[in-house]
């Protein structure tokens, strides 16, 4: 009988090369990408816990956390205003101070806006314009989205006219404006005092009325914006209001800034 070196299944090496157990590049490639999709289905299935992530009402969108703090610093601004009425009343019943002394610190509370103030009043609208707004003379392009909404520049030139033209109190919305607040738009929102509004926006001022429009004509700002409301249709509205009474500033009155890092 011959050698059965040469015979296959024998343990013994040969002079020939030995024959591995070898997988074509494209098939491994394979098994990784079926491996990593099954690694994001896991890692989804997981996340949702059963539930469709793109439906689940529970995850709250941003918008929904802006204005639920918003509702929030509106109550909270309330609860202040009730407390601050509280110590102000405890402190006029015994303070040691005089008449004169008391009268002087409401002079300067109404001058701070933090007291209610009463007398003719004169209101302007703000409004965006309708979003398929064409031009309405011409020789105006077409409106660009950036023409047809309320800006923060056309807030501040409202209130910096009614200021101008003697206003003895503002109040944008539903709050009353003081000297550190700040007129602040975020896109399509005006944001003030830590509250979120959308337009129309309304700005009620006390005042001399026949001053107060004056004011507002003789404005450069808000005659450039006249040129927008004419061409492409942004909301302008003055209206008399007779008496009105502009609640006082309830918020906080402390200086917020920034500090040096250690």
Not at 210 to 228: N, P
């Amino acid at each position: 009988m011959s050698n059965s070196a040469d015979s296959p299944g024998t343990g013994s090496t040969g002079s020939g090369p030995a024959r591995g157990l070898r997988f074509p590049p494209v098939r491994i490639l394979t098994v990784a990408v079926f491996a990593l999709a099954g690694l994001i289905f896991f890692t989804s299935f997981n996340t949702a816990k059963g539930t469709d992530i793109r439906q689940d009402g529970s995850l709250l969108k941003l918008s929904d956390l802006i204005q639920e703090r918003s509702r929030k610093n509106k109550e909270l601004d309330e609860s202040n205003g009730t407390l601050r009425d509280g110590v102000d009343a405890l402190a006029e019943s015994d303070d040691g101070s005089s008449k004169e002394q008391d009268e002087r610190i409401r002079g300067l509370e109404k001058s701070a806006g933090t007291q209610q103030v009463t007398g003719d009043a004169v209101t302007v609208t703000l409004n965006d314009a309708p979003p398929n707004a064409t031009a309405k003379l011409p020789g105006y392009p077409e409106p660009q989205p950036d023409y047809l909404v309320i800006h923060q520049q056309d807030l501040q030139a409202v209130v910096n006219a009614l200021w101008q033209g003697g206003a003895k109190g503002i109040k944008v919305m539903d709050q009353r404006l003081i000297s550190t607040s700040a007129v602040r738009c975020v896109g399509n929102t005006l944001i003030l005092q830590g509250r979120v509004y959308s337009p129309p926006y309304k700005i009620t001022a006390v005042g001399d009325p026949d001053r107060l429009k004056q004011a507002l004509a003789a404005s450069k700002a808000i005659q450039t914006y006249m040129v927008y409301v004419n061409v492409y249709g942004l909301g302008w509205k003055v209206t008399d209001d007779g008496t009105v009474t502009l609640p006082g500033y309830s918020g906080t009155v402390d200086l917020h800034y920034a500090k040096p890092v250690d």
